[in-house]
């Protein structure tokens, strides 16, 4: 029998990096990019598990440390394309209500692109900063909501500063949303930059909640500056 080669795996198997070639006139920052997600252990795990992306393994971690995705919470997900959070929320909170015994819940997933259906899963398709859009998201809801969660992202201008400053006005709107929506109690997870929450959206945060804490999943890239704030117990009551 055949022994296996020196750097072989017990099972004489190996643990190949796969590399893209270089195809006329794709960029090197293309091929970089598609060789990463080839070899991303998460993206081959979210297609073996039939997720939407790999940024459900981010929001199962959070979930599975701190512990709010559970059956009958009414959850709006903010920026939600291509359907991860919603996905992975409509399962923990028993959306479709396939979960006998168990409360059912509600996911309201809203995004300024279009996201194909989701089992549990109420979709809008919006620009949240635009006028009079969380009103409109309100309505859908018909009432408050346990969790509020935002993922929202604006796009790269390369300019550090610039999109700090665009993450943090997601993230502002998306906390006072959540103020204006979550029952006492709820619960609020945004993305932020490396370095946490800005010192004004902090401050709020820690007067409506009795926990804030800041929280960076193993499913992030390392190379990635985002990290995410996790706000729980709110306060209530406290509303403008």
């Not at 995004?111 to 409109?136: K, N, R, Y």
């Not at 408050?144 to 390369?158: N, Y």
């Not at 820690?206 to 804030?212: A, C, E, H, I, S």
């Amino acid at each position: 029998m055949k022994k296996p080669a020196k750097g072989d795996s017990g099972r004489g198997q190996r643990h190949l990096h796969e590399k893209v070639k270089t195809a006329k006139g794709r960029k090197l920052s293309s091929k970089l990019w598609l060789e990463r997600q080839l070899n991303d252990p998460y993206v081959k795990r979210a297609v073996a598990e039939n997720r939407r992306s790999r940024a459900a393994f981010k929001i199962m971690e959070i979930d599975e440390k701190f512990r709010f995705l559970t059956p009958g919470k009414r959850v709006v997900d903010l920026g939600c394309a291509p359907g991860g959070w919603c996905q992975v929320a409509a399962e923990r909170v028993n959306a479709t209500g396939e979960r006998g015994g168990k409360p059912r819940g509600f996911v309201l997933g809203v995004d300024l692109q279009e996201v194909d259906p989701i089992p549990g899963v109420t979709l809008m398709q919006l620009d949240f900063m635009a006028e009079g859009a969380d009103a409109a998201v309100k309505a859908e809801l018909g009432g408050p909501a346990d969790i509020v969660l935002s993922d929202m992202a604006a796009s790269s201008t390369g300019h550090r500063q610039t999109d700090h400053l665009r993450i943090v006005a997601l993230c502002e709107t998306a906390a006072l949303f959540a103020r204006e929506t979550l029952t006492p109690g709820g619960v609020f997870v945004a993305k932020v930059l490396r370095g946490g929450a800005d010192a004004d959206l902090l401050t709020m945060l820690k007067r409506d909640f009795t926990t804030v804490r800041h929280f960076k999943p193993g499913a992030s890239r390392s190379d990635s500056a985002e990290i995410f704030v996790v706000a729980q117990g709110f306060r209530g009551g406290a509303r403008d």
